[in-house]
């Protein structure tokens, strides 16, 4: 019945003189299965064997995109993009540009048989019409949150787009650098690389505030991905980094594991999503830290709510050699050698021992590695000492920072627990802390007890509102 219905339309079509099958071009209304003309195209009727009756045919229309009025933005270097498409064949690309400070949203179109696809990679917007009609949408943006942070930044002055050399910024604590950074300004003065993207971190005293999930928290740095790295503005009590000290693997943030690595990660299950016994689970085995277990279970009873705005991020437990002996005497790993050096970096080292190690390594593809430390993908964790010393705080000489830097607080300990092993020898293993008494960073047992305070990654597309000032800190829409 239907195909009689089609052949009908056709049939009318080429009284009009306005469709030729032998020609299989002419200019007629594209006809739909109903036989209903809906547009101008070039079209042609073919009859198979199994006399299955088959209209092809492409109808150019138009396709708009605009910007929301004073939306923030523009579309293709423009305030408005037009191009023309064939209907059911092509789709068509759109280049968003969002002004500083903002992210591309959503798009709208009027007529809703469309289909869009925006690419965040590379800030395309496409668009394929399933009508034969115009097409018109609009864009909409919103404030990113990465972005409007380094934006207010530069407006009130305390970006540093490079790095001054007249106090000796950023390695010096003065209260003069105090700002926000990148991290190559860093990495130049060190003479090190940054592999992963453009860091922006803040340092001394500065206005870094973010309300979340009813807790207050300081901004540590904004990532090269764009996700945002923030501490918690106090501690959520002490513990034992480990509660065995004895034997070099307890600085490990988990030990007994197989190596956790740059290109293989030691990851805990989704902390939201599981079982709360089976909470630190990692994909690589091996048995957790104290610490790491007071973190997730913390994660689990006060952030699971919250944990769609929560991004993994890498955390570092350092445990690369940095000097000493791996046989004898003492052992001091690869933060420490840095500290020594004031040559703090965002990377992470893989868990390399030095030469001679024989106990507590693994050997993946030729290469040893630990089976404690090392590179770790989690929704929580801890400063690491390098983000401490970018911070303003030192490894030598005490006083060095002003109770005013973003770190200092009255804890429930004069000391908050860094990711970071210090040292190991016969009978102790020592990891990072943050001195609050002296204000400066030192190595301490793992056995001993100090401030817990948290670290989080928040998604890279996040909206708040607020400043940043105490007064009128960032609250995640």
Known sequence: MKEKRIEKAIKKAQKKGIYNPKLKLGIVGLILVIGTVIGVSYAYYTKTATNTL???????????????NGGHGQVNSMDIATQQTDYGITTQSFKITPDSGYQYKSVECYNNKVETNYNKTTNTLTVTPRTSKD????????????????LNAKNNGTYKETSPTSANCPTSSDSSCSGIYKMEDYDNINNLTSKNGTSYYFRGAVNNYVKFAEQNW?????????????????????????NEYNVKKYVGYTYDNTPCTNANPCKSLDIATNNEDQIGTTDHGGKNSTIKKKLEAWYYNNLRDYDQYIEYGIYCNDTSFGNGSETSGILYYGAYQRGEYDTPQLTCPDPKPGNGATSYVQTVNGIKYRTYGGVYKLKIGLLSEDEIVLAGFKSTNSNVVTESNYLYYTGSSDYFWSSSPHSSLAMTANVFNGNLSDRRLNGRSVNGMGNVRPVINLKADVTVTGSGTKGDPYVIK
């Open 54 to 68: 088959t209209i092809e045919g492409t109808v150019s229309k138009k396709i708009t995109v605009t910007v929301q």
């Open 135 to 150: 097409v018109s949408c609009i864009v909409k943006f919103e404030e990113n949150f990465a972005s409007k942070i380094i």
């Open 218 to 242: 300081r901004i540590v740095r904004v990532n090269g991905d764009g996700t945002v790295r923030l501490v918690l503005d106090s501690d959520i009590g002490t513990s034992e980094f480990n």
